[in-house]
C-alpha cells in the first residue's frame, strides 16, 4: 500500500524559513518522479514543484521560482521542500504526491498534507 | 491564477447526471496535453477519479467518465449520489508555463 507522511509544517513570520518532508513506502521511491501541491485556506490546488525519480530534474512554479528548493533522499524514502523568505500568500496545506511516472504523469497517490501557516 | 476554467458549482438530484466543464487553451489541453480529474472530498486530500483524459484507476466507480476536444475536457458524473459531494478539480500541463495547472475547481452538490 502506497503511503505519504508529511511533516515539518507549522507557524513561521514572513520572511522565515520552514523544511517539508514526506516519507514514502509502500513503492519503489527512486522510480516515481515526486511533487508538491498546495491549497491556500478555502482556496483551490496549485501545483509547486516537481523532482524525476532520479533526482536529476527539478522544476519550479513561477510563484516560488528562487526561494523553494525540492530535494529527495532516495536512500530514505523522503522528499524534501526547503522554503526560505516566506511570505504571508505562501500559507496553506502542502502536499506531496506520487506521480504516475518517473519524470512526469498525473499525480496518482497524494499525502494528508501538513499546515504552513505564515505569519504578517 | 489559475488557466483552466471550471463552473464554481454544480447541482443534481440523486440518480441525475451532471457534467462539469474544464475550458483550457492551446497552450495546455489545446497542445495535446492529457487531462486529469480530481476528487477532493470535505476535509481530505484530493483523489484521482479520471487520468489520461478518460482512464478510470481501479476502485472507481464506471458513473464516472471524463473526455476531451479541442481545448476542453468534461467530467461526466451519472447516477449521482450523496457521496459525490465534493469538490473536482481538473489538471493538465500547460508549455507556457512550464509547469502543471489545476482547474479551478467545481463543488458538487447533491440535492
Known amino acids: 500500500e502506497v503511503q505519504l507522511l508529511e511533516s515539518g509544517g507549522g507557524l513561521v513570520q514572513s520572511g522565515g524559513s520552514l523544511r517539508l518532508s514526506c516519507a514514502a513506502s509502500g513503492f519503489t521511491f527512486s522510480s516515481y518522479a515526486m511533487s508538491w501541491v498546495r491549497q491556500a485556506p478555502g482556496k483551490g490546488l496549485e501545483w509547486v514543484s516537481i523532482i524525476s525519480g532520479s533526482g536529476g530534474s527539478t522544476y519550479y512554479a513561477d510563484s516560488v521560482k528562487g526561494r523553494f528548493t525540492i530535494s529527495r533522499d532516495n536512500s530514505k524514502n523522503t522528499l524534501y521542500l526547503q522554503m526560505n523568505r516566506l511570505r504571508a500568500e505562501d500559507t496553506a496545506v502542502y502536499y506531496c504526491?506520487?506521480?504516475?511516472?518517473?519524470?512526469?504523469?498525473?499525480?496518482?497517490?497524494w499525502g494528508k498534507g501538513t499546515l504552513v501557516t505564515v505569519s504578517s | 491564477q489559475s488557466v483552466l476554467t471550471q463552473p464554481p458549482s454544480v447541482s443534481g438530484a440523486p440518480g441525475q447526471r451532471v457534467t462539469i466543464s474544464c475550458t483550457g487553451s492551446s497552450s495546455n489541453i489545446g497542445a495535446g496535453y492529457d487531462v486529469h480529474w480530481y476528487q477532493q472530498l470535505p476535509g481530505t486530500a484530493p483523489k484521482v477519479l479520471i487520468y489520461?483524459?478518460?482512464n478510470r484507476p481501479s476502485g472507481v466507480p464506471d458513473r464516472f467518465s471524463g473526455s476531451k476536444s479541442g481545448t476542453s475536457a468534461s467530467l461526466a458524473i451519472t447516477g449521482l449520489q450523496a457521496e459525490d459531494e465534493a469538490d473536482y478539480y481538473c489538471q493538465s500541463y500547460d508549455s507556457s508555463l512550464s509547469g502543471y495547472v489545476f482547474g479551478t475547481g467545481t463543488k458538487v452538490t447533491v440535492l
Open positions: 504526491a506520487k506521480h504516475f511516472y518517473d519524470d512526469s504523469g498525473h499525480f496518482e497517490y
Open positions: 489520461g483524459n478518460s
